[in-house]
């Protein structure tokens, strides 16, 4: 191990994170474009590094997506850049006061947005993942432990060398951030079960995610699968529903907003299913669905419980025909991840009870699922969307890397 | 086990969720009301089944706080009752909209309260705990599963017996409120791994916490210590300081948000620890300290690292002199454990500083640490104090038991 024990880098972390706290929004933002600008100045430096973990990964014959993920570019590396730069012009979380008031013994309560203080990230192979979340728990005023794949490591070092050279140049300490170069599955457990992480954030497939609900102790926000459903109701506009449709289906499809599974009321199955079909199909798209569904799509496979159960991540779709509303929603119960579900209605009754009884992070009505993103709700940049339901659910921004404390000024009251 | 696998009860209430969380606030507490007439109605019934369990537990030859905790009276029968009543006139915290606002492309986002879903409390013996939780838990729309300790079985189960009749009375499913009466050790793990349970909060003391960390697989809000500082700054109103330290030592010295050491400016030392000493004595407290506090409170004890850090939850308090605010910081950061931190001073620079700078769910100036509290603070009734940074943080009232969903509503809006 290169710089440090797990637990001594988790010390210094703690310390560092004290001086991240109680820094200036302006000292803050500085830092974060000195990060940017020293990225795109160790272009050279860090895409040599990168080569390195590409060929590695070459001659280890990772697949086509792998290679993808772990290549950085010039542009890639300008994005990286221009993501610090739009962190740093966003409001700093830290400092609202979220509420106030004064008790009836003249106490005056506050709760104010602080730090949560050091934050664990632990990745896979995609080394923008480094810079992006270090920007914005830096934003936030957290310390943050980096624990990235082996796979990336010369690239996660690189970068990590550029970004602390930018703290430290900003005044704060370099420690806010540092990178677990030990990279065996041993230190991973141990990064999960570090006492000095305040919360842990991992980004990654499901066989990370097990591990992390395995093994981890510290506090965690989970980023989870998005098996999204979008409901045609009987009263849906049929036009802007296919428009809606193939935006959630096909715009982007290997992302966790993208749709899944469509939902179609029998009523309008006949009027909507044939031409979306075509369409979809047009798009490339593979069906699956359930009998009703396949008599009114040529060429449309069978679907199970599983496809029902299945995040795609691509160009497939599986496809059921509902009775009606309720049909619907306890589809979406069942096979739901709790991300983002959508409703397609002129009905206002149907669209307010789709809204209340659908538990997911994000309902949306007349709109297409892939609107559930940090960026498109407003929040400015995003470290995940979470699915689960404590501490942040949806999108979590800059505000989901902060806590609250209680502020509580008098003038000698005590408690009788 | 008499009522069903866990397993099956999970599901019971996963079910019953789906209509609580769409439950009308006049509906919960129309059933909070029933319940709290149920538990006077059957107070007979319930002492009896209380007798039976203080009766094993006088047979074990438990201790006295131990029987405390466990007995019921009608006094405090009539307590739950009444907590019960005073939840159904708090606010309900579903449907509050946190947050909306209209995207430049016309899409409505709001952020919207919504209940957990299902809440579990796992705790020891004392059987108000039961209606206190299950009040917290129905008005927050949630359902709850409990899992007491084996020693209040036959009163939990008398006390849910009502609960339960008292919900369905009020045309809510039952099944909101499920006690697991299988009181091994093995169904205690079981529970803290049940995937229907969207929060676990444990309530009771260290090896059950303990056992929490090391088991629960699923999202928990932890109840911790409260190892709390009153640091009497150089500038302090040295009369004001002397009642606020022995309010927040002495006033109920058994509670979390009691205070446990002192920390005392050197420049007031003199002035400030002998009579605070005697006072102190008077009250019959037990003083520990370092050197210099020895030096100036004649029969004090020698404090060691492990006074500093020790929650006594009795009439023992640790004191230290300090040379400055930083060294103060410093102590507590070192010893505490993050509940609540007061500061004396009349002077803005140290109070801002202090309250900036110290991390702890709440942060006092010129008051007691037996101020943080739900009660005290505004939230009308709490299910305990959380020491974590992730959700909750300080007293979890109505709103902590709840989560937040956005709401997207569009008319045709795609991403491009």
């Known amino acids: 191990m290169a710089n440090g024990t797990i637990e001594e880098l988790g010390r210094r972390a703690v310390h560092s994170a004290r001086a991240l706290a109680v820094a200036t929004t302006a000292t803050k933002d500085t830092a974060l474009r000195l990060c940017a600008d020293l990225l795109e100045q160790r272009a050279g430096e860090i895409l040599a590094a990168n080569t390195v973990d590409v060929g590695r990964a070459e001659r280890e014959e990772a697949g086509d997506t792998a290679l993808d993920r772990l290549r950085l570019t010039e542009a890639r590396l300008a994005a990286m850049a221009a993501g610090l730069r739009q962190v740093a012009v966003l409001p700093d979380p830290v400092g609202e006061v979220v509420e106030g008031?004064?008790?009836?013994?003249?106490?005056?309560?506050?709760?104010?947005?602080v730090p949560l203080g050091v934050v664990g990230i632990i990745y896979e192979n995609r080394p923008n993942v480094t810079s992006d979340a270090a920007g914005l728990c830096l934003k936030a005023g957290n310390a943050t432990l980096l624990r990235g794949s082996s796979g990336a490591l010369e690239s996660n070092r690189a970068i990590v060398g550029a970004l602390r050279d930018g703290v430290s140049k900003a005044g704060l300490p370099a420690d806010a951030l540092s990178l677990v170069e030990d990279v065996s599955r041993e230190a991973a457990v141990q990064f999960m079960k570090l006492e000095a992480i305040d919360c842990l954030v991992p980004r990654g497939g499901h066989?990370?995610?097990?591990?992390?609900?395995?093994?981890?102790?510290?506090?965690?926000?989970?980023?989870?699968?998005?098996?999204?459903?979008?409901?045609?109701?009987?009263?849906?506009?049929?036009?802007?529903?296919?428009?809606?449709?193939?935006?959630?289906?096909?715009?982007?499809?290997?992302?966790?907003?993208?749709?899944?599974?469509?939902?179609?009321?029998?009523?309008?199955?006949?009027?909507?299913?044939?031409?979306?079909?075509?369409?979809?199909?047009?798009?490339?798209?593979?069906?699956?669905?359930?009998?009703?569904?396949?008599?009114?799509?040529?060429?449309?496979?069978?679907?199970?419980?599983?496809?029902?159960?299945?995040?795609?991540?691509?160009?497939?779709?599986?496809?059921?025909v509902v009775d009606d509303l309720d049909e619907a929603m306890a589809?979406?119960?069942?096979?739901?991840?709790?991300?983002?579900?959508?409703?397609?209605?002129?009905?206002?009754?149907?669209?307010?009870?789709?809204?209340?009884?659908?538990?997911?992070?994000?309902?949306?009505?007349?709109?297409?699922?892939?609107?559930?993103?940090?960026?498109?709700?407003?929040?400015?940049?995003?470290?995940?969307?979470?699915?689960?339901?404590?501490?942040?659910r949806g999108p979590m921004g800059l505000r989901e890397l902060t806590c609250v404390k209680y502020v509580v000024r008098g003038d000698g009251q005590v408690r009788r």
Chains 1, 2 share one sequence.
């Open 331 to 392: 589809h979406i119960a069942r096979f739901g991840s709790g991300h983002s579900e959508a409703i397609l209605t002129t009905d206002v009754r149907s669209a307010e009870r789709f809204c209340r009884e659908v538990d997911a992070a994000a309902v949306l009505v007349n709109t297409s699922t892939r609107f559930v993103d940090g960026g498109e709700l407003g929040l400015g940049a995003e470290i995940g969307i979470s699915t689960q339901k404590l501490h942040a």
């Open 101 to 113: 008031s004064i008790r009836p013994n003249g106490l005056r309560v506050e709760r104010v947005r």
């Open 207 to 320: 066989s990370l995610l097990d591990s992390v609900r395995e093994h981890a102790t510290v506090p965690v926000v989970i980023d989870g699968d998005g098996n999204c459903h979008v409901y045609v109701d009987a009263s849906a506009d049929l036009d802007q529903a296919l428009e809606i449709v193939m935006n959630a289906k096909t715009q982007r499809p290997g992302v966790c907003n993208a749709a899944e599974t469509l939902l179609v009321h029998g009523a309008v199955a006949e009027g909507f299913l044939p031409r979306a079909g075509r369409a979809l199909g047009d798009a490339g798209v593979e069906l699956v669905g359930d009998e009703r569904a396949r008599a009114l799509v040529p060429g449309m496979g069978e679907a199970n419980d599983e496809d029902y159960a299945t995040e795609f991540l691509g160009l497939k779709l599986a496809v059921a």
